[in-house]
Antibody, heavy 123, light 106 residues
């Protein structure tokens, strides 16, 4: 079965760079149609999509955060890494990685999610 | 950027009620619209993709409709486990989520 799990620091200081790793099983990022995305959710607020990487190395980024984000994949390790630069307290949120719904042939939806990891930005 | 709005922002309903949540896009998104359910402390769960396709394993009391700019999620008979927050999400241009609709017990 498909599982995903996020890992990384729980606390970062303002201006630092956040690096999060999504380790997954049950699928391969070298299979056509597969993708992994990152979504975050500040405490008590709505979901916000950050980035998405596809099997063919295409990447999509949130336009409002594009300058701060980098998404990469390591197919051999079954991992996707998200880096976010210049962290600010407003970036405090639970960060989720999620599997792109293979059956959504034209759009991008997420059918399997990790448990999420809370990242707090504070000095 | 495409903005998503949802109405209502919250609603109170009883078990057995028919519930309808509306999602509107700031421009046409064809059928690139998905619906998620999220319970407190949990990751979101995909309910509907491509506006009206029921995700595998999701009860048939959930249905989605719409195209262009206006979409609806309908729960035909609300069950106790359906009290949660519901989000729409478009993927026509980049991806954006709506602000959410909280469904609680009347």
């Amino acid at each position: 079965q498909i599982t995903l799990k996020e890992s990384g620091p729980t606390l970062v200081k303002p201006t630092q760079t956040l690096t999060l790793t999504c380790t997954f099983s049950g699928f391969s990022l070298s299979t056509s149609g597969v993708g992994v995305g990152w979504i975050r959710q500040p405490p008590g607020k709505a979901l916000e999509w950050l980035a998405l990487i596809y099997w063919n190395d295409d990447m999509r980024y949130s336009p409002s955060l594009k300058s701060r984000l980098t998404i990469t994949k390591d197919t051999s390790k079954n991992q996707v890494v998200l880096t976010m630069t210049n962290m600010d307290p407003v970036d405090t949120a639970t960060y989720y990685c999620a599997h792109r719904n293979y059956y959504d042939s034209s759009g991008d939806s997420f059918d399997y999610w990790g448990q999420g990891t809370l990242v707090t930005v504070s000095s | 950027d495409i903005q998503m709005t949802q109405s209502p922002s919250s609603l109170s309903a009883s078990v057995g009620d028919r519930v309808t949540i509306t999602c509107r896009a700031s421009q046409s998104i064809s059928s690139y619209l998905n619906w998620y359910q999220q319970k407190p402390g949990k990751a979101p769960k995909l309910l509907i993709y491509a506006a009206s396709s029921l995700q595998s394993g999701v009860p048939s009391r959930f249905s989605g409709s719409g195209s262009g700019t206006d979409f609806t999620l309908t729960i035909s008979s609300l069950q106790p486990e359906d009290f949660a927050t519901y989000y729409c999400q478009q993927s026509y241009s980049a991806l954006t989520f709506g602000p959410g609709t909280k469904v609680d017990i009347k």
